[in-house]
């Protein structure tokens, strides 16, 4: 079974940054693609970055420039560095995956994606 586990949340003030994590493993389906969501209390959920296998991203035009998202596929490990965090970053942030062509990403569109993970809570006051 593909498994995602986030790590890495936790409350924050305003202006500072924090480094989400999300360990992949059981997935032997192919050449993935990975992006980060996060879905706020009486929001739908959004697509905040994603990365494709040869290390293309896309952003949310509400994140770029302030989060950063990173791969490293030797640890099948994901990553989204966030800078300059807002009030209105908080949010449960997870992290998806799923089958796509070499090159090309899946972009930010959660039902493009069908494993997810749990989910890490982001709190920003």
């Known amino acids: 079974d593909v498994q995602l586990v986030e790590s890495g949340g936790g409350s924050v003030q305003a202006g500072g940054s924090l480094r989400l994590s999300c360990l992949v493993s059981?997935?032997?389906?192919?050449?993935?693609?990975m992006a980060w969501f996060r879905q706020a209390p009486g929001k739908e959920r959004e697509g905040v970055a994603a990365?494709?296998?040869?290390?293309?991203?896309s952003y949310a035009s509400t994140v770029k420039g302030r989060f950063t998202i990173s791969q490293e596929n030797v640890k099948d490990t994901l990553y989204l560095q966030m800078n300059s965090l807002k009030l209105e970053d908080a949010a449960m942030y997870y992290c998806?995956?799923?089958?796509?062509?070499?090159?090309?990403?899946?972009?930010?569109?959660?039902?493009?994606?069908?494993?997810w993970g749990q989910g890490t809570q982001v709190t920003v006051s």
């Open positions: 990365i494709d296998s040869e290390g293309g991203t």
């Open positions: 998806a995956v799923d089958l796509c062509a070499p090159g090309y990403g899946l972009g930010l569109r959660a039902r493009s994606y069908n494993f």
């Open positions: 059981g997935y032997t389906y192919g050449t993935k693609c």
